[in-house]
């Protein structure tokens, strides 16, 4: 039997000429709020794999269907910009079985969460903080969402449904890098950090006393963002030796 089980677009939204999310029908793929699954296509003839097949996080919640992915185009990669031009009906491949640690089940105790994303990094995010498990787990939840421009800041509508249905124990941070953008921290994460203003932005200290962070996105924002934690005392959590810092890199 392939490995790959057959889904079916059902809706697609393009937030800009390259940032797109598909919606997929295919009932027999389950995963783990943070997870990532795999969508593949046929691979060009002459290939020597069957299909060509990448990682995406599950945007959605684990029990909401259909299945949601959110991604940018990378116009020389072989499989994102094909994948933003599928319509409803049709098929999209995806593995059955999800995979990945970075989700709330994996994370120590703690009293705040900050989760941490750039770009299509927002995504698991999303899947996390519209499952029951992180609200009953940490008193406070801070989202940051950081993209060049202002018009990346997608699932606006999302966020501000989490946030109705959160009052009092969610902060959603918008940073916006590349121009000034209203209600948005200017400049990047670890800068942000390390000059005290996404803290004070958010109201919470980010010490390792009382904080996890999750980091999610652009693997250069991961690993500088992980130095400006780590001169606060905060390290990488392992199941093994636990520490304070969650990570998932794209690339
Ligand atoms: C665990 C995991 C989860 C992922 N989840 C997502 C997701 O939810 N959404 C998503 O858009 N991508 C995600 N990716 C990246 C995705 O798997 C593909 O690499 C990407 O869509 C490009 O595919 P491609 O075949 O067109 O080009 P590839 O050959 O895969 O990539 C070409 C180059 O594009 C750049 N690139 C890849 N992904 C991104 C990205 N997301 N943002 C900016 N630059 C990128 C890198 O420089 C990479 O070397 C994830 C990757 C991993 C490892
Ligand atoms: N967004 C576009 O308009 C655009 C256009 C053409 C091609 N691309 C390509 O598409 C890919 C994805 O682009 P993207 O805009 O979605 O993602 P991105 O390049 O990861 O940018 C998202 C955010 O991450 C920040 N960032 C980058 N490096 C960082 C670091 N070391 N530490 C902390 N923050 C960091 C960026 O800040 P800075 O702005 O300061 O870098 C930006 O605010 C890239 O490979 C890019 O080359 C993007």
Redesign the pocket.
Known sequence: MSKWVQGTVVGRRRWTD?LHSLQVAAPEVTFVAGQFGRLALPAPPGSKEEMVGRPYSFVNAPDSAPHEFYF?T?PEGPLSPRLATLVPGEPVWLLRTANGFFSVGELPEAELLWCLS???GLGPFLSILRTPEPWARFRRIVLVH????GD?LSYGDVIAGIAAARPGAFTFVP????EPHPGALA????DAIREGRLEFRAGLALAAETSHVMLC??P??V???QKALAERGMRRHRRREPGHVTVETYW
């Open positions: 390259r940018v990378v750039t770009g299509t950081a993209v060049r421009h990346e940073m916006v890098s590349r400049g990047r994460i670890p996105g652009n250069a924002m690993d500088d963002t």
